[in-house]
């Protein structure tokens, strides 16, 4: 009987060592708990985004096949021209990761050529074709990205770095006998730009804000930017 008292003892103090260990364990995980929140804190962000777009070199077009009067012109890569200043605007969505780090979601922006260009000279398989650039635009579809936000006071400070795709147009008209037939030519290319913004708060939900986005790549390394004034709606 002496043993079997001492081997109840004994297991009655290993249950009460591990009934006191959980107690122990179950107070740190609640201190833990309250201590940081079960998930991350997010915000949903809108903006909206007026300005001007300057690309530096104007892309190489892909031309259509063009039935002239004198004959069927095949489609064709047409050269490059200058630089190309357009005016248009931006409308973007994404969220704030505890109020620090933005995550954009999808965006699109649309800009359309200003001011007076001189005419592209250039030729499709032999004949001349004559490209407008004060026709052209541009038209974005802005993809996931990461950037990180500071805020002091009523000013907010950011930078941002996504992906997309870029589509550009132009306006031409090729020869063929004693008319000239128009067409359109066009072509896609990845982008990838850096967002910086400086903002002030107009109220807990608005902020106006100066952006700026170099284009990293756009038909071409370091090819362009846009400068805009945004309103951003979101905490």
């Known amino acids: 009987m002496p043993i079997l008292r001492d081997s109840y003892s004994g297991w009655l103090h290993r249950i009460r060592a591990v009934a006191t260990g959980c107690s122990a364990a179950s107070i740190v995980c609640a201190i833990l708990c309250v201590a940081s929140p079960a998930h991350a804190d997010l915000d949903f962000q809108v903006s909206g985004t007026a ?3 300057w ?3 104007m892309p190489a077009l ?3 096949e063009t039935l002239t009067s004198a004959r069927q012109v ?13 005016l248009g605007g931006a409308f973007d969505m994404g969220v704030s990761v505890d109020d620090r780090w933005i995550v ?3 965006g699109f922006a649309g800009y359309g050529a200003i001011g007076s260009y001189d005419t592209v000279v250039t030729s499709i398989d032999g004949s001349i074709a004559r490209v407008h650039p004060w026709t052209s635009y541009q038209v974005d579809v802005l993809l996931p990205g990461i950037g990180y936000r500071v805020k002091r006071r009523r000013f907010m400070f ?16 090729v ?10 030519a066009s072509d896609f290319s990845p982008l990838v730009q850096a967002e910086l913004e400086a903002c002030r708060r107009l109220d807990p939900l608005t902020r106006v804000c100066l952006h700026v986005a170099p284009r990293i790549y ?3 390394f370091l090819n362009g930017a846009t400068f805009g004034l945004r309103v951003e709606w979101g905490r």
Do not use: E, H, M, Q
Request: hydrophobic share 35%.
């Open 74 to 86: 095949p489609d064709g890569k047409l050269p490059s021209g200058g630089s190309i200043f357009a």
């Open 175 to 184: 020869s063929g006998g004693a008319l000239s037939t128009p067409f359109s």
């Open 51 to 53: 300005g001007v777009s």
């Open 218 to 220: 756009d038909f071409g």
């Open 62 to 64: 892909k031309s259509p």
């Open 104 to 106: 954009p979601v999808l």
């Open 158 to 173: 950011a930078a941002t770095i996504r992906s997309g795709f870029s589509y550009f147009g132009a306006s031409g008209v």
């Open 55 to 57: 690309l530096r070199s």
